[in-house]
């Protein structure tokens, strides 16, 4: 990568390199596994003038996204996360019975559904043929398409104007941050709001959370770099929120720029803390490479010492984030003899690079491990209660972020790390 995509700076200063994995979704069916893999460097820099972190776009959004393996509605507390947002968005938008709302990035409908009950008129916009589908069977009106400019413009002539848009878990996902900002700008009513959801690099870097990084995410935000990129698109951040998920989330609150009028007080402090992090200066870099690895010694050393003792390990669920972690660990059968998944989908593929297979969660409590890796260790509140039958047996949990930590599944107590 030679020039930042934002700014165009060539500025651009490491953070951490990854080595080559494949693509984090390509999960292999069966009849895949003696066919070769392409695997592309996943080497995160960060742009020294706009302070935007950012990987090279080797791989097209339309690679990864025509058809997709992430359901969002397999996730009991994130349906709920969406059912309070639509509940409070409602509110802060003063979205009426004429209102009409836009969600970018769909996926399966999961979050408009609640808009759909409150006969609010919507509208997804999802590029996945095969999520997307699943929406407009649960009742979600979806155009199968990528947001960009004349996406937005024709979207706005045929139906109007958005009160809202939502474009919650994509802002990372698209490499023409520029195009995609002046696509929500097209759909947005002058007067309307856009609440975008996105991985907080603070987070990121505090917590170890280097799994989040993976090619379908190109790039990474601060609430600073964040501003720049708004702007980009003729957008002003009014408002921010600090959010729990995916490890630490930030939700921007932006207007059109030529209404939006002065920001919040919450803008001004998270500022403060991202400055205080040192996020606008390479300070605040500099160890994060030194700590992913000590990550992937400890995990491995766990790993190693239990298939030494005779201990069993399998995993539970399979996300993108567990494919960067099981591929920069080199994380093979031997040491973890298969994850389950509650998406049926992926039941029965096997994870990219790593050749693990992926079963259904009934497989757990068959065969009774001893310990049990938790790769979504994002959801930890919620899977250590629906993993609390691995008690019965003995079982552990492992969650190997932002520290390794191995738990008891009926309490959630850590009993040694």
């Known amino acids: 990568m030679t020039r930042c995509r934002l700014c165009g700076s060539e500025a651009m200063a490491s953070v951490v390199d990854l080595g080559a994995t494949p693509p984090c979704e390509s999960f292999l069916a069966a009849d895949r596994l003696d066919q070769p893999e392409p695997a592309y460097p996943l080497h995160l820099r960060v742009c020294t003038d706009c302070w935007l972190a950012q990987i090279p776009p080797l791989i097209t959004p339309e690679e ?10 397999f996730s009991t507390s994130w349906v709920e996360h969406a059912r309070t947002f ?23 409908g999961y979050l408009l559904k609640h808009v759909v009950d409150r006969d609010i008129r919507c509208l997804g916009i999802e590029p996945s043929v095969n999520v997307g ?3 407009r069977d649960a009742g ?10 004349e996406t937005g413009a024709a979207v706005r002539a045929e139906h109007g104007p958005a009160n809202l848009v939502v474009a919650n878990n994509v802002y990372a996902h698209i490499p023409d941050v520029i195009g995609f900002t002046q696509g929500l700008r097209a759909l947005v009513a002058d007067d309307g709001w856009v609440s975008i959801e996105v991985q907080h690099l603070l987070t990121l870097i505090e917590e170890n959370q280097y799994d989040t990084i993976y090619h379908e995410h190109f790039q990474y935000y601060t609430v600073a770099s964040a501003i720049r990129a708004l702007a980009s698109g003729g957008l002003t951040l009014v408002d921010v929120e600090l959010l729990p998920t995916h490890g630490g989330s930030i939700r921007l609150w932006a207007r059109p720029a030529e209404t939006a009028g002065e920001p919040s007080q919450a803008v001004t402090d998270v500022l403060a803390r991202e400055k205080a992090a040192g996020l606008q200066e390479l300070s605040g870099y500099t160890e994060f490479s030194a700590r992913v690895a000590k990550v ?21 669920g399979a996300p ?13 059968p031997d040491l973890l ?6 998406n049926p989908y992926k039941h029965g593929r096997y ?55 191995v738990v008891e599944a009926a309490s959630s107590k850590e009993v040694t790390a």
């Open 86 to 108: 639509v509940a409070d968005a409602v509110e802060r938008a003063e979205l009426g019975a004429d209102a009409f709302v836009v969600e970018v990035a769909s996926n399966d």
């Open 320 to 332: 993108g984030k567990g494919n960067t972690l099981l591929n920069h660990c080199g994380i093979r």
């Open 296 to 316: 992937r010694r400890d995990l491995l050393r766990f790993l190693i010492e239990a298939a030494d003792r005779g201990e069993t390990v399998v995993g539970y």
């Open 337 to 342: 003899a298969y994850t389950v998944d509650r």
């Open 140 to 149: 979600v009106p979806t155009l199968t398409e990528f947001l960009s400019p």
């Open 351 to 405: 994870t990219p690079g790593t050749r693990i297979p992926i079963l259904a969660p009934e497989q757990i409590a068959a065969d009774k491990p001893d310990y049990v890796l938790v790769l979504p260790w994002n959801l930890r509140a919620e899977l250590v209660e629906q993993l609390a039958f691995v008690h019965e047996w003995g079982g552990r949990l492992v969650f190997p972020i932002p520290e390794l930590s």
């Open 64 to 73: 990864t996204f025509k058809e997709y393996a992430y359901f969002s509605s």
């Open 133 to 135: 589908a699943a929406a």
